[in-house]
């Protein structure tokens, strides 16, 4: 875990693969879970946690936790999820495409497939936004953001009946899943010859660029600045009081935020319960504890 008094950029190699976190751009062929476990034997880390599981063909955007960073993956699953899909029609594409497939904007209801790992009870999630980039033949690709847990493949074959063709889902891929995106994606290439370089030469310029420090996953959600004193409370599993808070993002309550020292480093995940401006009294429930 990381230490109170270390500033994210200033970990040392070993700390920072300790705490830290990299952008994938997952390949084809191995399960999200064997691409952590081959990262967390290069590494040398006892652990190392994907967030949000890609299918074996499917590519992209896989943020990777390393060492305790894996503490953070709660909040990486609150974060929304974008794609790019091939919609494979079963027939020739209809005129009113666009129109039908913008339809599925909004909340939808989804009953996930009998090969996923949680229960087949109907559900709701919500798209944020649908759009088709190109119609060519009996294909289209569409561009998509979408609440977490959201089945793209279902939302491809529940599209295809809206459309009177059938269809089904073709190739996939995550162009982004919050905070995370895929304008500086790395490789398993990257991360290797990064060690490499890092452990023949001692230069760790390159490896830097590959993992950053595991606050990065947090941007995405409320932050909660504390008071260097009531940090060193919460390592030891105290809740954050108000008179320890120097500042705080607005967030509803039961918000997850993240709460920081003044230097940046991450200390905990928490639920907000109080009133941060408030004098006295609860502010964040403890939720995991990072340093």
């Known amino acids: 875990m990381p230490h109170l008094r270390d500033a994210p950029d200033d970990r040392d190699p070993e700390a920072l693969l300790e705490f830290g976190v990299l952008n994938l751009d997952k390949p084809p062929g191995p399960s999200a879970h064997q691409v952590s476990a081959w990262i967390r034997d290069s ?160 230069d760790d310029e390159w490896l830097r660029e590959v993992v950053h420090p595991a606050e990065r996953a947090l941007t995405h959600i409320p932050s909660v600045t504390i008071a260097p004193s009531a940090a060193e409370e919460v390592a030891e599993g105290a809740p954050v009081y108000a008179p320890g808070v120097i500042d705080a993002d607005d967030a509803p309550e039961d918000s997850l935020v993240a709460c920081y020292t003044p230097n940046g480093a991450a200390v905990c995940l928490g639920r907000l319960v109080g009133d941060a401006d408030a004098d006295e009294g609860l502010v964040v429930d403890l939720e995991r504890v990072l340093v």
């Open 43 to 202: 590494v040398g880390v006892e652990k190392a946690a994907h967030a949000g599981t890609l299918d074996p063909k499917v590519t992209g955007c896989l943020p990777v936790l390393l060492g305790a960073g894996t503490r953070l993956v709660p909040a990486l699953l609150e974060g929304a999820k974008s794609y790019v899909a091939v919609l494979e029609l079963h027939d020739d594409p209809p005129a009113d495409l666009e129109s039908v497939v913008a339809e599925f904007e909004g909340e939808i209801y989804q009953k996930p497939p009998k090969k996923s790992a949680v229960a087949r009870r109907l559900r709701t999630r919500t798209i944020h936004d649908l759009d088709v980039l190109e119609v060519a033949d009996r294909q289209a690709l569409l561009d998509i953001r979408c609440e977490s847990g959201t089945y793209v493949r279902k939302l491809c074959h529940d599209v295809g009946l809206a459309l009177g063709t059938g269809a089904h889902m073709g190739d996939l891929r995550r162009t982004g899943t919050d905070p995370f995106d895929d304008t500086d994606l790395v490789t398993l290439h990257d991360l290797a010859d990064a060690l490499a370089v890092w452990r023949d030469d001692g």
